[in-house]
């Protein structure tokens, strides 16, 4: 009982920081749309947590039901091998439903990204399709690419019953199609009428008329001992790479294209949502994580954003010849986007970017960038539209949102958030699960 009444009062104390947070960010944000297209997000954020819902072996699903379609949160435990079986066991319905969606999608949606492949890359969708795109990552790439993810699809495929080849397709697409992004990390000055340590934003811009708002889907990934630490995933089914994460660490990673990239690029290399979920799974902080990255043979051009305990933030020109690390004192100044002291921004646009509304709405709730202010901020710019993750490191809390299904969806930075208590999720143990009914 006493322990009851603890959790009840836990709940109450994350609802009651959620609804005085949220009005102190619509207060503040109110007085900032200027030269910005959207409106606040009122929407309420939702704390209720993920309901439990079947268990297999090495895993348990749970349901966020709070919106339609809910949330997935997955748990999933043990060796790679274990955790894909998992999943395919536990999606095996989302898993077949999804993937000859997403190739239809390819096919009838996707004809805007060809044109920000390379030439050769073009060529080769255009006259043998994109099956023959991600055949060619494949092969370009499974030398660098450790066996661990391999083992992991082929337990994928061995639970769903889908063919290993296929999923192993599907999981190179973000390799081949990049998005454009926001993000930004606050500590410090940025944060100081606030309580945190930092906060940081992950937008993903990238399409809302596909199936991928479906299924969205949660990961918490529990591995073995000697294979890493508890990670999250922001993803959907089947895909095992980091779009969007933060680690019990912990560790938050962010992405978004670099279009403006005038060196060589190659397709010989580590994909880069795999290094970046290496570095969720593996690194314990950003100087591990410039490491991982430094040291790895890159393929595309990329923006990374990586935040950690330590209430830092870096956003990382990372491309096959170079990268460049900026921090809140050397980061690029240019018109209509000026420096601020602890605070490090990239908004969706090709940089250097001419549009005023991120760094407006930044320096006038400077001092109060919290996880809501962020909330309201991806909103009022309109950043965020397929799903929109906000790390809050000194809660560990994760807020994130997806965008409502296609026809007429509605982008994620205009749904409602949900609150995912990440102390609690990361100390989910498979005993625990063993024990529900």
């Known amino acids: 009982p006493n322990l009851k009444k603890i959790k009840l009062l836990q709940m109450a104390r994350l609802s009651l920081l959620a609804l005085s947070l949220l009005l102190f960010s619509l207060l503040h944000c109110s007085l900032s749309q200027d030269n910005c297209k959207g409106t606040p997000n009122d929407n309420p954020i939702y704390t209720k947590p993920p309901v439990f819902a079947n268990k297999t072996t090495n895993g348990a699903l749970y349901l966020q039901t709070s919106l339609d379609p809910p949330l997935y949160v997955l748990h999933v435990y043990g060796t790679p091998y274990e955790m894909g079986y998992a999943q395919g066991q536990l999606m095996k319905y989302q898993i077949n439903e999804l993937i000859p969606l997403l190739f239809e999608y390819l096919y009838s949606y996707a004809e805007p990204y060809i044109k920000f492949l390379p030439p050769k890359i073009q060529k080769i969708v255009l006259e043998a399709g994109w ?29 769903s019953g889908l063919d290993y080849h296929l999923l192993l397709q599907v999981n190179l697409i973000p390799e081949v199609i990049k998005a454009h992004c926001s993000m930004y990390g606050a500590w410090g000055k940025a944060i100081e009428h606030v309580e945190g340590s930092l906060f940081q934003l992950r937008a993903l811009d990238w399409d809302t008329d596909g199936p991928f708002q479906l299924f969205p889907t949660y990961i918490v990934y529990h591995p073995e001992s000697d294979n890493g630490h508890d990670f999250a995933i922001l993803t959907y089914p089947a895909f095992i790479g980091a779009l969007t994460g933060y680690s019990s660490a912990p560790v938050g990673i962010c992405e978004k294209v670099w279009l403006h990239y005038n060196g060589t690029d190659s397709r010989s290399g580590i994909p880069w949502h795999f290094n970046l979920r290496d570095i969720l799974q593996f690194d314990v902080d950003i100087s591990s994580a410039l490491t991982r990255i430094a040291n790895s043979k890159r393929t595309c051009s990329i ?20 990268i460049e690390i900026y921090d809140d004192r050397n980061q690029p100044v240019w ?13 969706k646009h090709s940089q250097p970017s001419s549009d005023p509304c991120m760094p407006s709405l930044l320096e006038k709730n400077y001092g ?21 993750a906000v790390y809050d490191y000194y809660h560990d809390l994760v807020y994130v949102a997806n965008a409502s299904p296609a026809p007429n969806p509605t982008p994620a930075y205009d749904q409602p958030f949900i609150m995912l208590n990440m102390t609690t999720l990361f100390g989910t143990t498979l005993e625990q699960i063993n024990k529900l009914n």
């Open 335 to 347: 018109d209509d986007h000026p420096s601020f002291e602890n605070l490090v921004y990239v908004d």
């Open 368 to 388: 109060y960038l919290n996880a809501t202010t962020t909330i309201q901020i991806a909103s009022i710019f309109q950043t965020g539209d397929t799903h929109c």
């Open 131 to 159: 099956e023959a795109v991600l055949d060619l990552t494949i092969e370009l790439t499974k030398d660098y690419t450790p066996d661990y993810y391999f083992e992991e699809i082929q337990g994928i495929a061995d639970g």
């Open 303 to 322: 923006f990374v954003g990586v935040g950690d305990y330590t209430n830092n933030f870096r956003v990382i020109e990372y491309s096959h010849d170079y």
